[in-house]
């Protein structure tokens, strides 16, 4: 499935963690979704609203200075936080058995263009800063994958439609 889905915007991190939550809130065991965009862009202001929306505690999702896989137990899985930033191009997931991982869990994935990660047939969003303002903030579903995923997008941009 690589059908794009709405463009939505963002003009704070507040509004970027509340568009994570309606992807959180769907997320099923074995979804992966990579997360496209600049350093700065708000990839894991994102993850902090999956896992908000996936019933766990958004608190401690930061970006991993060290750390590159960060589990984040939530209601009925765990979200798997994954920022590959750290390991530059030609990087190999193997070493973080996301196998095992996606049994009971999601992965989204910071820098995941740095992987060769197709076998797991990603989800892909893309957050994108436009301007002008510098809190102005694109995001949407380059290929969401599923279509619990997809729905959940469309659902997003139903919901901020009807409150304009
Ligand atoms: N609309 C927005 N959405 C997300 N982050 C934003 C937004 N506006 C400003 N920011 C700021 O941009 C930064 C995004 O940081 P972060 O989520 O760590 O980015 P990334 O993981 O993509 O490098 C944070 O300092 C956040 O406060
Ligand atoms: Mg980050």
């Keep these: 499935m ?19 939550a309606g992807l959180g809130a769907a997320l099923r065991a074995g979804d992966v979704i990579v997360l496209t965009g600049v350093l700065g862009a708000g ?49 190999s997931v193997d070493v973080l058995d996301l196998d095992s991982a996606l049994q009971g869990g999601a ?7 740095y992987a060769d990660l197709s076998r797991f047939s990603p989800a892909s969003l893309c957050i994108d800063a436009p301007g002008p303002g510098p809190d102005d903030r694109v995001l949407w579903l380059v290929d969401p994958a599923s279509a619990h995923l997809a729905r959940a997008w469309r659902a997003l941009s139903q919901s901020r439609q009807a409150a304009t």
Excluded: M, N
């Excluded at 690589?2 to 994570?20: H, K, Q």
């Excluded at 992965?107 to 263009?113: D, L, R």
């Design 43 to 91: 990839k894991t202001c994102l993850v902090r609203g999956v896992v908000a929306g996936a019933g766990g505690d958004p608190v401690g999702v930061r970006s991993p200075t060290f750390v590159i896989h960060q589990p984040h137990r939530c209601s009925s899985l765990t979200v798997h936080h994954v920022d590959l930033y750290r390991l530059g191009g030609g990087a």
């Design 107 to 113: 992965a989204v994935i910071e820098w995941g263009e």
């Design 2 to 20: 690589a059908r794009s889905s709405p463009r939505l915007t963002s003009d704070s991190p507040a509004v970027t963690e509340a568009l994570g």
